[in-house]
T-cell receptor, first 112, second 114 residues
Framework: TQLLEQSPQFLSIQEGENLTVYCNSS?????LQWYRQEPGEGPVLLVT?????EVKKLKRLTFQFGDARKDSSLHITAAQPGDTGLYLC????????????FGKGTKLSVKP | DTGVSQDPRHKITKRGQNVTFRCDPI?????LYWYRQTLGQGPEFLTY????????KSRLLSDRFSAERPKGSFSTLEIQRTEQGDSAMYLC????????????FGQGTRLTVV
């Protein structure tokens, strides 16, 4: 069974701090996606990483896909209150064209 | 096109009643997905359509749940004889065939079974 484990589960920091959240699996994924979800809303796609070792930057967010395509990380530089939310990683289930497996997420709170 | 639209946003129903949710995908997307999310969990796959064909269903989807996508446009998800355990956020997403299974989600329907 493919699982995605995210850590930490909760993270509370002050505005301006840097942080990294992790997404790990014992399984190889063809790609991994990161989403951000606010309370009462659906997840919003941030990025898809597809190549082992790939690094993608989205303003203050840096996403990395592990060389073995079993893990990924999200680093936020100089966090802002607007970054508050639930960060989810997801990857396609093996043998499926439409089933995304999600981790439980990291709930980030950035205090002003 | 403003994105994936779901209706209603909130639904409170009594145990044993039937409920139906609607999802309108992004118009150029031929794939449509249904997920369920409970508190403290990530979204859990229920089923997906490619055009009007339902290609995959989760083993977790009991026979009280049925989904349709007539004409490959909007989709409905019906839950019959609701149970308290069905209380959750029901998320619809759409995407394109041939991509990286990227999903563009709607705002969800929050179901509460009392």
């Amino acid at each position: 069974t493919q699982l995605l484990e995210q850590s930490p589960q909760f993270l509370s920091i002050q505005e301006g701090e840097n942080l990294t959240v992790y997404c790990n699996s014992s399984s190889v994924f063809s790609s991994l996606q990161w989403y951000r979800q606010e309370p009462g809303e659906g997840p919003v796609l941030l990025v898809t990483v597809v190549t082992g070792g790939e690094v993608k930057k989205l303003k203050r967010l840096t996403f990395q896909f592990g060389d073995a395509r079993k893990d990924s990380s999200l680093h936020i530089t100089a966090a802002q209150p607007g970054d508050t939310g639930l960060y989810l990683c997801a990857g396609p289930a093996g043998g499926s064209q439409g089933n995304l497996i999600f981790g439980k997420g990291t709930k980030l709170s950035v205090k002003p | 096109d403003t994105g994936v639209s779901q209706d209603p946003r909130h639904k409170i129903t009594k145990r044993g009643q039937n409920v139906t949710f609607r999802c309108d995908p992004i118009s150029e997307h031929n794939r449509l997905y249904w997920y369920r999310q409970t508190l403290g969990q990530g979204p859990e796959f229920l089923t997906y359509f490619q055009n009007e064909a339902q290609l995959e269903k989760s083993r977790l989807l009991s026979d009280r749940f049925s989904a349709e996508r007539p004409k490959g446009s909007f989709s409905t998800l019906e839950i019959q004889r609701t149970e308290q355990g069905d209380s959750a956020m029901y998320l619809c997403a759409s995407g394109l065939q041939g991509g990286f299974t990227e999903a563009f989600f709607g705002q969800g329907t929050r179901l509460t079974v009392v």
